[in-house]
């Protein structure tokens, strides 16, 4: 007997007869019927974090590129409050954000704070704004984490009451054999394929943006370097 299940199309097809899942719907008992539901909830949710994380990282690589030939000659040029502006266009860059940061914590340090402390002033506000970017960047990727180590569960799960369901329809009908529960397994199984259907591209989409939060980072961490060196040079610059 050959069995052939399709996520995609939610059809199950067996030697001797064929059934859609609104059939196998209606033959789940109701604690199979809440997990599958969940399932679909948690399967929506992963899908709306994997659309606004790609979005989001595909935005902020695009502007920082354009951000960073922006920028340079504003910063050769020395001109501060150009570099600030320039930032402030491209909102959705994340070096962007980490140099506007750095810029406007220098200019206020410059006439806040005594001069042997602008640098470890500036270098604060720059490590605060790497801190708070990197938590927007990581947003949503702990729910990704979570429905992926969990979906498979939630699927056996349902699973395991789909079996119960089967065996206490087989002691209310009084009959046995393999025919007797080959439906209800089917049925109870489809909810372990949905939970890895669920799982399996929740685990990759993950491993995968969290891969380009740590590409970001190190950009982040350079330009906050970069940026350092930049006032130590503008500041040796200004005492000669």
């Excluded at 402030?88 to 340090?109: D, P, R």
């Excluded at 729910?143 to 087989?170: D, K, R």
């Amino acid at each position: 007997m050959a069995a052939y299940v399709s996520l995609a199309g939610f059809w199950l097809w067996q030697a001797g007869g064929s059934w859609d899942l609104r059939a196998m719907w209606g033959t789940m008992g109701l604690p199979a019927k809440i997990v599958v539901m969940l399932l679909a909830v948690m399967s929506i949710w992963s899908i709306a974090i994997m659309i606004d994380r790609a979005l989001m990282y595909s935005a902020a690589r695009k502007q920082s590129r354009l951000f960073v030939q922006q920028v340079a000659p504003a910063l050769k040029d020395n001109k501060l409050d150009e570099a600030i502006s320039i930032a402030e266009k491209n909102k959705k860059s994340h070096i962007a954000k980490v140099v506007a940061t750095g810029l406007a914590e220098f200019q206020a340090a410059t006439a806040q704070v005594p001069e042997d402390e602008i640098i470890e002033a500036a270098k604060r506000g720059l490590e605060r704004s790497v801190a708070i970017v990197h938590a927007e960047m990581k947003r949503g990727l702990g729910g990704l984490a979570t429905i992926g180590a969990t979906a498979p569960f939630v699927g056996l799960f349902g699973t395991v009451l789909g079996i119960i369901h089967a065996f206490n329809g087989i002691q209310a009908e009084k009959t046995t054999g393999l025919t007797a529960v080959a439906g209800g397994i089917a049925e109870a199984l489809v909810t372990t394929a949905f939970g890895l259907f669920v799982a399996v591209p929740a685990v990759w989409t993950y491993n995968y943006f969290n891969g380009r939060v740590e590409a970001f980072d190190v950009e982040m961490d350079n330009s906050s370097m970069e940026l350092v060196n930049y006032f130590i040079t503008r500041r040796a610059a200004k005492k000669s």
